[in-house]
């Protein structure tokens, strides 16, 4: 048993944890539904959700409860042996998605990492290995992932990167046509970005893309990590945006187990020119990870979908989305802080702050004077911050965030801004 002092880990975590987080300076201990405790026994309103990750929130008991079945009967096997956990989630992952198949790692940059890998193999018959991705998109930390994310600041000091990414401009067809090349294999976007700042691929964008790659033989791969699986109010993310839209691949983490540790990427039963099919392409020996899909996760992904399904979530997602949302515009309207803007889809909502902020009024400054009144939110850049409460939030829930919205983005505004002009 690790004994706690009231002091937290801050000198542990200095000492021994290489500081690649610029973490806040907050030590949870507890967490039940949407609410979570430090250290100290405060208790905090979640609406960050570990980042899009606790679907059902903190301690949900069915997940408590397959988990801990789940520990007491078989933890973990490798992926040399079936085991049921595995083959039932892949089962309802194909019945979400469409017909295909599914391969099970323990991320969201291994799910894109196994999609880069996908389309390196489907590429290979014809010479073929790049991939158009999005500027300020997010794809994960591996070395493939930062190549194929739309962002320098996570390349920095790691060059030389992986070839063959290029970067569009997200709602500009044009310019993924002129980011293709003769090299070009696949397009891999996040129907709605989340680390880049909540920003929609519209419908036609979406469809755009579709006959883009059936045009020029390319596959179309959804990066759903963030807004997979229910927190659009859509298992899957993109048909929020797009009923009719089909891709070829779709990657999945966060949400997927509830934060036990399971990433995965799903590929369509797509036929190939060699008589082959695209589900079948990464075939013995290709690909592989030793803990992914392990049945402890598995259950925990099982929970998951049943709850979603047994409590009607989706729904609530919608309903509380659109309270969420529209209390943060009215919130703005009465603030003074009318060139704010605020989108989303169901529960994956951006606060983007306006240009021009007063110096101490950027995203990472609201989120932390929002966490001293008591609510965890989460920035994504220098101006938006993001509210992903898990998708069984109640209507009191949503009222009581957005009064400590209420009460303290005018304080910090009017203070900053005070200070600025002083
Ligand atoms: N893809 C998207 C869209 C993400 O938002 C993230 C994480 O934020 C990732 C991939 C990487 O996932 P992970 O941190 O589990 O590797």
């Known amino acids: 048993m690790i004994l706690l002092g009231m002091d937290g880990f801050s000198q542990k975590y200095e000492r021994y944890v290489i500081p690649t987080y610029g973490r806040f300076d907050l030590d949870l201990v507890r967490g039940s539904g949407t609410h979570v405790w430090d250290v100290q026994g405060r208790n905090y309103l979640d609406f960050g959700g570990g980042i899009a990750v606790c679907s059902l929130g903190h301690a949900h008991p069915l997940v408590t409860e397959a988990v801990s079945r789940q520990a007491a009967t078989l933890v973990h096997t490798s992926n040399l042996y079936r085991t049921g956990p595995q083959a039932e989630l892949a089962q309802r992952l194909v019945e979400i998605t469409g017909p295909g198949k599914v391969f099970f790692c323990n991320s969201g940059a291994e799910a894109n990492e196994g999609l880069i890998k996908l389309t390196r193999k ?4 014809t010479g073929r290995f790049g991939m158009i991705t999005f500027k300020n998109s997010f794809h994960g930390r591996t070395m493939a992932g930062i190549s194929a994310t739309g962002q320098e600041k996570v390349k920095l000091g ?34 709605v970005q989340g680390e880049g700042g909540i920003h929609i691929g519209s419908a036609q964008f979406l469809r755009e893309l579709r006959a883009f790659c059936d045009e020029n033989d390319l596959l179309l791969l959804f990066d759903e990590v963030q807004c997979g699986l229910g927190r659009t109010g859509d298992l899957c993310g993109w048909k929020s945006i797009a009923q009719d839209v089909q891709p070829d691949g779709v990657s999945w983490a966060k949400g997927i187990a509830n934060g036990f540790p399971l990433g995965a990427f799903w590929v ?43 409590e009607n979530l989706l729904e609530n997602v919608l309903t509380m989305g659109a309270r969420l949302t529209d209390a943060l515009r009215s919130m703005i309207l009465s603030t003074g802080l009318e060139n704010a803007t605020v989108r989303g889809l169901g529960l994956i909502i951006g606060l ?10 950027a995203a990472r400054d609201l989120v932390l004077a929002l966490q001293e009144e008591g609510l965890l ?8 911050v993001r509210f992903l409460p898990p998708l069984n939030v109640s209507a009191d829930e949503i009222d009581a965030a957005v009064e400590i919205v209420r009460r303290t983005v005018p304080r910090v505004y009017s203070s900053t801004a005070a200070a600025q002009n002083a």
């Open 268 to 310: 369509a039963t797509r036929p190939l020119s060699d008589g082959g099919l695209l589900c079948d392409l990464l075939g013995p020996g290709t690909h592989g990870t030793t803990y992914g899909g392990n049945p402890v996760s598995c259950v925990a992904g099982l929970a998951v979908l049943d709850v979603i399904q047994a």
């Open 158 to 191: 790691f060059a030389p990167l992986l070839e063959g990414f290029a970067h569009a401009e997200l709602g500009n067809i044009a310019s993924v046509r002129e980011a293709m090349t003769p090299q070009t294999a696949a397009v891999l976007v996040e129907p």
């Open 352 to 361: 983007e702050l306006p240009v021009g902020l007063p110096v101490g009024f």
């Open 122 to 125: 489907f590429g290979s018959a």
């Open 377 to 384: 939110v989460i920035p994504a850049g220098d101006r938006v």
